[in-house]
């Protein structure tokens, strides 16, 4: 559903625009076109400062927005979809090895679709605003006339969306256009002209996502301490019956303490997957690969990777995001798993050649 739902506006933008139903491979004129357009419009001119509510910006203009910035982040999310435990987790529940290994292969194509589709997604959507050729652009058009569209007027009315008419011209101009960035995603359907129920499509499958990452997640980290702390530490006599009940009430525990932790709004809503796949890779990629592939890996050198990489992982984080330190080599806060990886990968190696081999 979601990938279905996903990929369906992305498609039908690429076939409106002229870029053909499989978009992947041929939408770099559209950001030709749309440099062009930034270009006439004068991106630099100053945007008014609405709280909370972000002006399109182009990628040069974002945090390390530059191939080197675009390289690390791509590293940070690979990694860290390789060492998110609730999803290897997923692959347990097949009733073979078999079984497995064809639902790797699936989740890898649709994880892969996913992200290979994002940045022509927001290539497409970015042009579908700006193009005054296509109908459903917005700058350019009088601002009595954009405010009237349903759905500039659906998002405005929850506070998503402003259109401010700074210049006083009448016409909407490339900075006086707001939006969240939180709802693209979302007000992308609306935006291509689709059907409203494609839009609750979209919503439907960035529900199942979440509520699926979510279930996943908690039986991953109350299972974990179930196990490995209470039966294999507390109370090793414990049996499955007690041990289940322990992991339940983990269950509450933990979804509570989730909860209020988002409820500290610590970072926006990318920001926070963000560092959940950085706080991932930082700790768990390299004890996960070498706990595999090396046969001279062993319990102290993976200890030693997870404390050190995570350790050095979240006070970089901190530095950058709360203590005002100047970023390393381009590399700010959600991208901090570049620096915990190699701190966790040299730590693993020197504590594992330094112990007993196992």
């Known amino acids: ?30 950001v030709q076109r749309i440099a062009e357009l930034e270009a006439e419009y004068g991106l630099s001119a100053a945007a008014q400062n609405i709280p909370g509510v972000r002006v399109l910006t182009t990628p040069q203009n974002s945090p390390a927005g530059n191939e080197w910035g675009m390289i690390t982040l791509a590293i ?63 700058i350019g058009k009088s601002f009595e006339e954009v405010s009237n569209l349903e759905w500039v007027k659906h998002w405005s009315s929850v506070g998503m969306l402003a259109v401010a008419d700074q210049s006083g011209d009448g016409i909407v101009q490339l900075n006086e256009f707001f939006m969240r960035p939180d709802i693209v995603v979302l007000a992308t359907p609306e935006i291509a002209g689709l059907p409203y129920v494609i839009s609750g499509l979209v919503a439907a499958g960035g529900l199942a996502a979440a509520m699926s990452t979510a279930d996943g997640l908690l039986l991953a980290i109350a299972n974990a301490l179930s196990h490995d702390l209470y039966y294999k530490i507390i109370d090793p006599k414990a049996d499955t019956k007690k041990r289940l009940i ?4 983990l269950l509450l525990f933990i979804g509570a303490a989730g909860a209020a932790v988002a409820s500290l709004k610590l970072t926006g809503i990318l920001g926070a997957v963000a560092w959940a796949f950085d706080f ?7 004890p996960l690969v070498l706990g595999v592939w090396w046969k001279r890996a062993n319990k102290a050198g993976a200890i030693a990777g997870m404390v050190g990489g995570f350790g050095v992982g979240s006070w970089y984080l901190y530095m950058v995001y709360a203590a005002g330190m100047a970023p390393w080599w381009g590399i700010d806060h959600i991208r901090f798993g570049i620096i915990g990886m190699p701190v966790s990968l040299i730590c693993m190696i020197v504590v594992s050649l330094l112990t007993p081999a196992p």
């Open 246 to 249: 322990v992991a339940r009430v």
């Open 1 to 30: 559903m979601l990938i279905f739902a996903y990929l369906t506006p992305i498609i039908w933008m690429s076939n409106v625009q002229g870029f053909g139903i499989i978009p992947h491979f041929s939408y770099g004129g559209a």
């Open 76 to 138: 940070c999310m690979m990694c860290g979809t390789a060492s998110l435990p609730h999803i290897l987790m997923r692959y347990f529940t097949t009733p073979s090895v078999r079984a497995a290994r064809r639902s790797v292969g699936w989740s890898l194509l649709f994880i892969f679709l996913l992200y290979f589709s994002a940045p022509a997604l927001a290539t497409l959507t970015k042009l579908q605003l700006l193009d005054p050729n296509l109908a459903t652009s917005v």
């Open 280 to 286: 991932a890779c930082s700790g768990l990629f390299f």
